[in-house]
């Protein structure tokens, strides 16, 4: 259910400007997605010419790509604290975001959240000026049919994510299932985002409510800055 829209030199203008903020020594939150890519891929190179950090991958996916890029890589009970982490959006409103679209952002919300920094790096097509976009809410696979029935309660209509290339559901690297639940036009999303987190059953959801520092944006010609 990604928003894939923007284009990649947007994507690459983003990830790059985050990944200038890194420093030596810092230990860095790696993100997931197209966007947050870009930004790993840069830190790879500053690796390769001298910099000297550590990251904290949010998923499988930026694991696999900081090994790829040569990043020395850590966990979180090994570090005092994580300096910045740099992380895409499926949207953002203001400095409020839904994220998941790559079924992470259950590791991607407890690293975010630990960070001293929590940079955010998007394309135009992210930005609204109210979220709308389906909340990804992971799930205990055996709460599945109480869970549905509580976020449709919550005015919402949840819909189990489906694999793309194999039969059956989405399953996440935490070994649960995700709906995505459409509620329309989220006008109070820290009340949602409370209501979701009491669900029994419900390990995250993609409401990232006040998170957010920075927000990168990359343009066609540059990269716009948002910050508090």
Not at 106 to 114: C, F, G, L, P
Not at 161 to 179: I, Q
Not at 206 to 221: K, N, P, W
Request: proline content about 5%; aromatic content about 4%.
């Amino acid at each position: 259910m990604k928003n894939t829209s923007g284009t990649t030199e947007q994507k690459r203008r983003a990830g790059e400007s985050a990944a200038d903020l890194v420093a030596d020594g810092m230990v860095v939150g790696l993100g997931t997605g197209s966007t947050a890519a870009h930004a790993i891929a840069a830190l790879g190179q500053a690796v390769d010419s001298g910099l000297d950090i550590r990251g904290i991958p949010t998923s499988f996916q930026s694991r696999q790509l900081a090994l790829e890029h040569g990043i020395p890589l850590t966990t979180l009970d090994a570090v005092d604290a994580v300096d910045i982490a740099i992380d895409g959006a499926d949207q953002v409103a203001g400095f409020t975001l839904v994220k998941g679209g790559g079924a992470a952002h259950a590791r991607e919300k407890i690293v975010d959240a630990a960070a001293d920094r929590f940079v955010v790096v998007a394309d135009p097509s992210k930005l609204a000026d109210e979220l709308d976009y389906p909340v990804p809410v992971e799930v205990l696979p055996d709460a599945r049919p109480t869970v549905a029935d509580s976020i449709t309660d919550l005015g919402g209509d949840p819909t189990l994510r489906a694999a793309e290339r194999k039969d059956g559901p989405v399953v996440t690297d935490n070994g649960n299932l995700v709906f995505d639940c459409d509620f329309g036009a989220v006008t109070d999303p820290a009340t949602l985002a409370s209501d979701l987190s009491a669900l029994p059953g419900v390990v995250e959801h993609g409401l990232f409510v006040d998170l957010a520092d920075e927000v990168h944006v990359g343009l066609d010609d540059g990269v716009e800055r948002r910050t508090r």
